[in-house]
C-alpha cells in the first residue's frame, strides 16, 4: 500500500497513482465501500487496470463509489436501528472467516458453524476475542466451535436454525454493532451450498422490522 515510483498506492488516506513521475489523486480511501484491508488491494488492483485502459480518473472514482461488493462476500445487506447486517456466507473457513473479522471495527455478533471439516478452531477463537460480543453457533459442528469460543471467554448461544440465530443476533446487538454471517464452515449440513446459505440470512435480515 505503500508510495511506489510507479504505480498505484495510498498516501496520506487516498488511492493514488504515480505515472511518470506525476502522483494523481483517484479518491479517498473512506469511498471505499467495501470492508477490510484486502479489499483497499482488491481496489489498487482495479484502478491500476483501469488506468492502464485509458479510463479517466473521474470516471474510476465514481465506479469505487458506486461499487457494492460480490454477494455473499461480507456483503452488506441493511442497517436497522444502528445495527449494520453482513453476509459473509462465502467464508466456509477458519481463515475466510478471520479476514471477515478483521474487517470491523465495530463490535460483532457473529453467525459461524456448519460442516467444520476438522479445522482447528484455535485461531478463529482467538481472533474472536476483543473483537465478537457474542457468537450464535448453527450446525453439525456449532458444539466444538462453541466450545472453542467459550474457552476464549467469548458469550456462545447456540441455535438450531438460520432463522433462530437471526432472531437471537437482532434481540443482542447494540446500536454501533455488526450482525456477521461468517460461518467458518461448509454448507451441506443445512443448505445446498453457500450461496443458498446466504440468500436464507438475507431473505431473513430483510424481513426484519
Not at 485461531?123 to 450446525?139: D, Y
Request: net charge neutral; hydrophobic share 45%; proline share 5%.
Amino acid at each position: 500500500l505503500r508510495p511506489l515510483e510507479h504505480g498505484v498506492f495510498v498516501q496520506d488516506a487516498w488511492v493514488a497513482a504515480r505515472l511518470n513521475g506525476h502522483v494523481e489523486e483517484i479518491c479517498p480511501v473512506g469511498e471505499i465501500v467495501l470492508r477490510g484491508a484486502h479489499n483497499v488491494e482488491n481496489v489498487l488492483a482495479a484502478t491500476a487496470c483501469a488506468l492502464w485502459a485509458g479510463i479517466a480518473p473521474g470516471t474510476i472514482r465514481r465506479g469505487i463509489g458506486k461499487f457494492r461488493g460480490v454477494a455473499h462476500r461480507i456483503e452488506h445487506v441493511r442497517g436497522l436501528r444502528g445495527v449494520h447486517y453482513y453476509n459473509d456466507s462465502k467464508g466456509t473457513n477458519v481463515a475466510s472467516t478471520l479476514k471477515a473479522l478483521e474487517s470491523f471495527t465495530e463490535p460483532i455478533v457473529l453467525i459461524a458453524g456448519g460442516k467444520g471439516k476438522g479445522q482447528d478452531w484455535a485461531p478463529l477463537a482467538a481472533a474472536a476475542r476483543g473483537r465478537v460480543r457474542h457468537a450464535l453457533v448453527i450446525g453439525e459442528d456449532g458444539p466444538t466451535l462453541a466450545a472453542a469460543l467459550g474457552a476464549a471467554s467469548i458469550p456462545v448461544t447456540a441455535s438450531p436454525s438460520m432463522e433462530a440465530a437471526v432472531d437471537a443476533a437482532r434481540r443482542l446487538a447494540e446500536p454501533g454493532d455488526v450482525v456477521l454471517l461468517s460461518p467458518a464452515c461448509a454448507s451441506f449440513d443445512m443448505f445446498d451450498n453457500f450461496e443458498h446459505r446466504g440468500d436464507v440470512f438475507r431473505k431473513l435480515v430483510e424481513r426484519l422490522d
